[in-house]
């Protein structure tokens, strides 16, 4: 167990339609990483956040936007949902920013499985 | 372009047996390098993380060796175990110039199973 709680576990909905996905760090970890993985392609870096405030994006779609809360947690929306959305979506905290110190360990959650019908 | 590729995509071998899983990356300015370790459906759990100055590191049965000249880097598992069947990535940290933060960059991973 990571410590990262991710929920809901399991996600079925319709094309069209937007979701939350939410994410709570493990005591302490100051930043937040969400990553994409679906099934013929690798993990794909979505956002972070460092103690509430957006520190770095990779492929994320305009679709798709998160933040981070005063207590740390963070939520993941995705709207207008399409097929090609369906993954598994983790989300991962670490210590600090990730620039700071290079031995930053990022503990991941067990992911939400998103299932776009 | 910043890359990792990873070889094989895929490996099967026997219990108890050894295997070498390969990585090699074009990412500069490098900052780290990570292996994981991700079995079937679950989040990935970090194995090793080696800067540009360690050349080896050890956890359990799992040795992770850096090039920093060839760029290279492989993870060496010793006398495999019906649990090391799993997904191993490779994921090489870039320093953004001027930034605080480092840019990851993931590798598709190597497909190990370990068959009794």
């Known amino acids: 167990d990571s410590g990262v709680t991710q929920t809901p576990k399991h996600l079925i909905t319709a094309t069209g339609q937007r979701v939350t996905l939410r994410c709570s760090p493990r005591s302490g970890d100051l930043s937040v990483y969400w990553y994409q993985q679906s099934l013929d392609q690798g993990l794909q870096f979505l956002i972070q956040y460092y103690n509430g405030e957006e520190r770095a994006k990779g492929n994320i779609l305009e679709r798709f936007s998160a933040q981070q809360f005063p207590d740390l947690h963070s939520e993941l929306n995705l709207s207008s949902l399409e097929l090609g959305d369906s993954a598994l979506y983790f989300c991962a905290s670490s210590v600090a920013s990730g620039g700071a110190f290079v031995q930053d360990t990022q503990y991941f959650g067990p992911g939400t499985r998103l299932t776009v019908l | 372009k910043n890359q990792v590729e990873q070889s094989p995509q895929s490996l099967i071998i026997l219990e108890g047996k050894n295997c070498t899983l390969q990585c090699n990356y074009t990412v500069s300015p490098f900052s780290n390098l990570r292996w994981y370790k991700q079995d079937t459906g679950r989040g990935p759990v970090s194995l090793t993380i080696?800067?540009?100055?360690?050349n080896t590191k050890s956890n359990g049965r799992y040795t992770a060796t850096l090039d920093a000249d060839t760029k290279q880097s492989s993870l060496h598992i010793t006398a495999s175990q019906l649990s090391d069947s799993a997904s191993y990535i490779c994921v090489v940290s870039a320093r953004e110039y001027g930034g605080a933060t480092n840019k990851l960059i993931f590798g598709t991973g190597t497909l190990l199973a370990v068959q009794p």
């Open positions: 080696m800067t540009f100055s360690e």
